[in-house]
């Protein structure tokens, strides 16, 4: 069945460092992939989105691009903050509005 | 600000009793998705609800949980006889159900402690 891999964390970086969370998805069809952040004590917030392949969504300095060729939705940051620290979710959307999300991957940077 | 509304935010409960949790999805949403959340885990997606409908119940245990979404009022996720183990972190999230690959939106979850 459709699924998303994320790499596991916890991931530590020190402020103003590259950020990359890696995410693969197995899919039938063409998905939509999102990425979430969830802060501590609230729920998932939508990130940014791509809905078919070769797009980029971007938000807030983070980006990530559909590849179909590598099955990959992979979340970068150029220069993450303290207040990045959280735990991102990698997740595809079906045709039937259903969703499926990876296992979230903790991120903390330091100052 | 019309997201999506849970309540309660806390809820304390004790071996035994029952707990319902009660979601207002977002307005002009008719999907409504719920989640369980162990510490320091990722989502367990656990049913999917249109008005009145079921429409995937297969990450729900068979026992003692179960959730309606009436044509009036908020989802509910019931859960009776609730044990130390359904102790974790329950989400809503909704999303408009017309167009297809659209993103859900979440609130901000119960969080169910039981004694």
């Known amino acids: 069945g459709d699924s998303v891999t994320q790499m596991e964390g916890p991931v530590t970086l020190s402020e103003e460092a590259f950020l990359t969370i890696n995410c693969t998805y197995t899919?039938?069809?063409?998905?939509?992939l999102f990425w979430y952040v969830q802060y501590p004590g609230e729920g998932l917030q939508l990130l940014l989105k791509?809905?078919?392949?070769?797009d980029k969504g971007s938000n807030k300095g983070f980006e990530a691009t559909y590849r179909k060729e590598t099955t990959s939705f992979h979340l970068e940051k150029g220069s993450v903050q303290v207040s990045d620290s959280a735990v991102y979710f990698c997740a595809l959307s079906r045709l039937d509005n259903d969703m499926r999300f990876g296992a979230g991957t903790r991120l903390t940077v330091k100052p | 600000n019309a997201g999506v509304m849970q309540n309660p935010r806390h809820l304390v409960r004790r071996r035994g009793q029952e707990a319902r949790l009660r979601c207002s999805p977002m307005k002009g949403h008719s999907h409504v998705y719920w989640y369980r959340q162990l510490p320091e885990e990722g989502l367990k997606f656990m049913v999917y609800?249109?008005?009145?409908?079921?429409?995937?119940e297969s990450g729900m245990p068979k026992e003692r949980f179960s959730a309606e979404f009436p044509k009036e009022g908020p989802s509910i996720l019931r859960i009776q006889q609730v044990v130390r183990g359904d102790s974790a972190a329950y989400f809503c999230a909704s999303s408009p159900g017309t167009v297809s690959n659209q993103p859900q939106h979440f609130g901000d979850g119960t969080r169910l402690s039981i004694l």
């Open positions: 899919a039938t069809g063409y998905p939509s």
């Open positions: 609800l249109q008005k009145e409908n079921i429409i995937d």
């Open positions: 791509a809905t078919k392949a070769d």
